[in-house]
């Protein structure tokens, strides 16, 4: 398969997944169980699973999901192109149904992300990037692509604007702690006009990737299928996605699939 194919392949499988997981969110029920970690899976994160992983299939690459993770690294290692998948990122925004989740779809080759998609289900929202075209957003799209082309002349190339406000920081609605609060509060010392905006999932990526924000700092636990498919949208605007403090890029498919700590950085703080 061509890039772009591989690319349309990741678009139609986070919006047919969307599709599966607003059925869900329009419904009473949602299924909740706890996972072994006391963390949240609902009926949604199971039926987006299960479409992603049947349309990824088409590929022949090997699929690294939330809801699939008991791979081996052993077997794992061995992979030098992989889809690296969230199928639904802010479990608990979907149960607060505030709207703030997303759907994760990330094309890994040598550790590092070529390409990444995120769908906003409620939105109909879609983030989309590879190393050839750049990334872009398109605004409401909800029935299967035809090619990637067409896409590409209704959607808007990022970042589309300009941070407003003074310095804008993005942080997590719901896993904020004291070492990134801290953090946040050193930039909030050093700017005479600072903001920070709090949003669910991968969304906090889309903002940097847009323009909307500065900088993501993230000095909690994240899994890599949380980061893969953002880091590709933001890196492909130009910004960046470090290890906090050592500032070498992110990377994936490690023996232990925990991200380090992280800071996200737009384009913008890159070309100052």
């Given at each position: 398969m061509h890039?772009?194919?591989?690319?349309?392949?990741?678009?139609?499988?986070?919006?047919?997944?969307?599709?599966?997981?607003?059925?869900?969110?329009?419904?009473?029920?949602?299924?909740?169980?706890?996972?072994?970690?006391?963390?949240?899976?609902?009926?949604?994160?199971?039926?987006?699973?299960?479409?992603i992983t049947e349309q990824l299939q088409i590929t022949n690459l090997p699929v690294l999901s939330e809801e699939g993770k008991d791979i081996p690294f052993e077997e794992r290692q061995k992979w030098e192109t992989f889809w690296l998948v969230d199928p639904l990122d802010g479990t608990k925004e979907f149960i607060k149904q505030n709207?703030?989740?997303?759907?994760?779809?990330?094309?890994?080759?040598?550790?590092?992300?070529?390409?990444?998609?995120?769908?906003?289900?409620?939105k109909k929202q879609l983030f989309f990037a590879s190393q050839q075209l750049g990334s872009f957003k398109t605004?409401?799209?909800?029935?299967?692509?035809?090619?990637?082309?067409?896409?590409?002349?209704?959607?808007?190339k990022l970042p589309s604007t300009f941070p407003q406000g003074g310095y804008v920081i993005v942080a997590s609605r719901s896993h904020i702690n004291e070492q990134t609060q801290d953090y946040i509060d050193q930039k909030a010392a050093q700017c005479d006009d600072f903001r920070i905006e709090n949003i669910g999932s991968s969304l906090k990526f889309c903002l940097i990737a847009e323009g909307i924000a500065h900088e993501y700092p993230r000095f909690g636990p994240t899994m890599e299928w949380d980061t893969a498919a953002g880091h590709a949208i933001v890196k492909f605007t130009g910004g960046t996605v470090v290890v906090h403090p050592d500032g070498q890029e992110l990377h994936y498919n490690k023996p232990d699939l925990h991200n380090p700590f992280f800071i996200v950085r737009s384009s913008f703080l890159m070309n100052e």
């Amino acid at each position: 398969m061509h890039d772009k194919e591989l690319l349309l392949t990741a678009i139609n499988a986070a919006i047919m997944a969307g599709q599966q997981i607003c059925n869900v969110y329009n419904s009473s029920d949602f299924h909740i169980e706890m996972k072994q970690d006391n963390s949240p899976l609902t009926l949604a994160d199971r039926l987006s699973h299960k479409t992603i992983t049947e349309q990824l299939q088409i590929t022949n690459l090997p699929v690294l999901s939330e809801e699939g993770k008991d791979i081996p690294f052993e077997e794992r290692q061995k992979w030098e192109t992989f889809w690296l998948v969230d199928p639904l990122d802010g479990t608990k925004e979907f149960i607060k149904q505030n709207g703030e989740f997303t759907v994760n779809i990330a094309l890994i080759q040598g550790q590092y992300p070529i390409a990444g998609v995120i769908y906003v289900p409620v939105k109909k929202q879609l983030f989309f990037a590879s190393q050839q075209l750049g990334s872009f957003k398109t605004g409401h799209i909800e029935q299967i692509v035809e090619s990637v082309d067409l896409l590409l002349s209704n959607s808007q190339k990022l970042p589309s604007t300009f941070p407003q406000g003074g310095y804008v920081i993005v942080a997590s609605r719901s896993h904020i702690n004291e070492q990134t609060q801290d953090y946040i509060d050193q930039k909030a010392a050093q700017c005479d006009d600072f903001r920070i905006e709090n949003i669910g999932s991968s969304l906090k990526f889309c903002l940097i990737a847009e323009g909307i924000a500065h900088e993501y700092p993230r000095f909690g636990p994240t899994m890599e299928w949380d980061t893969a498919a953002g880091h590709a949208i933001v890196k492909f605007t130009g910004g960046t996605v470090v290890v906090h403090p050592d500032g070498q890029e992110l990377h994936y498919n490690k023996p232990d699939l925990h991200n380090p700590f992280f800071i996200v950085r737009s384009s913008f703080l890159m070309n100052e």
